[in-house]
């Protein structure tokens, strides 16, 4: 049987102090005071608002505002995800952030702080416990610096954190049930809350990069599955999200359960937040196109007499309409974009003979789409009568 050995010597001891001090607390503590206390309405309130406040600052805050800048939000948004992302004790959003943009820069690589080819412990909390590089440089986020509150919440980080997250329950416990309900509210919305929060979170880095399907590329280990989407407030869908990391969703699809991407929306409504960033279908759609060519070929390679010589050339000459489309309808929307940053002059009837070109060019290319995908259909067919002669 392999030895289990610990390197003593790179044990981050404040990390791992806290992370276990706070489990065992929540595995002991918290059973023992609901015995003999009960679970009374308030801290059943208080649990859940804290759980998503804190839990949607993480993901609607620290990730999609500060890290990848997918929409801007008004002081108010920035004020309060920063204070309720504290709570959840996942270190201050620009050193979050640092982690996170290198995450997306090195993914899957020795300077990805949470690299998942180092295994579900590693990726979901050994890179925590354990000091296994230099931590990550400032460069990356110095827009972020700019940002005062940013810079405010990175200087208070951990009087926030502990206001918000343990004294704040407690006060309220307090306020409504003497000392038991303070004890209650500090174990309960405060260790309970935060030890959940923090695991689900923790998800994003591990079980993200390794339960479900990869539609839309499979360059990197990171994975769209809708169970997980349910636990990490829609981080689930994580292959999109690491293809078009800018796009303020991560459920791209209306049935997806994206809570972090509905909140953003409704906030734009409300006038909270602008500029939300979306990324084209059509590249939506031909990054799924790409991805499946990618399978098809693969597969060929393996079984090359799997194909008869017809549907391999119907598929090829579907690939190039599907190429040839994209880049004519690329070259028509950077043009209309350009008129309408008012890069070039145009009257008012060229602006509308480029949306006419425009609407036809994505015609052009949703047929040649359309035609990909009965080839590809086709071809998967011919595959599985193969296979099952
Ligand atoms: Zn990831
Ligand atoms: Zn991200």
Redesign the pocket.
Same mark, same amino acid.
């Given at each position: 049987m392999p030895k289990l050995r610990i390197p003593w010597k790179s044990i981050r001891w404040s990390n791992t102090i806290f992370l276990l001090s706070t489990l065992i607390v929540a595995l002991t503590a918290v059973p023992a005071y609901l015995w003999h206390e009960g679970l009374p309405r308030i801290q059943i309130i208080m649990f859940f608002v804290l759980f998503i406040a804190t839990g949607m600052s993480i993901t609607l805050g620290y #990730?999609r505002l500060f890290?990848?800048r997918a929409f801007q939000a008004s002081w108010p948004v920035r004020f309060l995800t920063l204070v309720f992302g504290a709570a959840a004790f996942e270190n201050s959003a620009l050193a979050w952030a640092a982690d996170?943009r290198r995450? #997306?820069k090195f993914v899957d690589n020795e300077e990805d702080p949470y690299d998942a080819t180092k295994g579900l412990f590693h990726s979901h909390i050994g890179w925590i416990l354990f000091k296994s590089q230099e931590d990550s440089s400032l460069d990356l986020v110095r827009d972020l610096q700019k940002d005062r509150l940013v810079a405010w919440q990175n200087d208070y980080y951990l009087p926030i954190s502990i206001t918000v997250g343990f004294a704040l329950p407690a006060i309220i416990g307090g306020i409504w049930g003497g000392w038991s309900g303070a004890l209650g509210g500090f174990l309960i919305p405060g260790v309970a809350r935060l030890v959940l929060v923090q695991h689900f979170t923790f998800c994003i880095n591990s079980l993200c990069h390794s339960i479900g399907r990869q539609p839309y590329s499979s360059a990197c280990t990171a994975r769209d599955s809708a169970i997980m989407a349910f636990v990490t407030f829609g981080e689930g869908y994580h292959n999109f999200?690491h293809t078009f990391?800018h796009d303020y969703r991560n459920g791209l699809k209306p049935w997806q359960f994206d809570p972090t991407k509905w909140t953003i929306w409704i906030l734009h409504k409300l006038g909270l937040a602008c500029s939300l960033r979306r990324v084209p279908q059509e590249r939506v759609l031909l990054a799924e196109i790409k991805e499946q060519q990618r399978c098809l070929a693969k597969e060929l390679q393996t079984y090359p007499n799997r194909l008869s010589e017809p549907i391999r050339s119907r598929l090829h000459a579907a690939q190039l309409r599907i190429h040839e489309a994209f880049g004519q309808w690329e070259l028509r929307e950077a043009e209309y974009c350009r008129v309408l940053e008012r890069k070039i002059e145009a009257s008012r009837e060229k602006l509308i003979e480029l949306r006419q070109e425009l609407r036809n060019s994505r015609d052009r290319f949703r047929i040649a789409i359309h035609d990909w995908r009965e080839s590809y259909r086709l071809a998967l067919d011919h595959f599985a009568a193969h296979a099952a002669a």
């Open positions: #990730h890290s990848h996170h995450h #997306h999200h990391q």
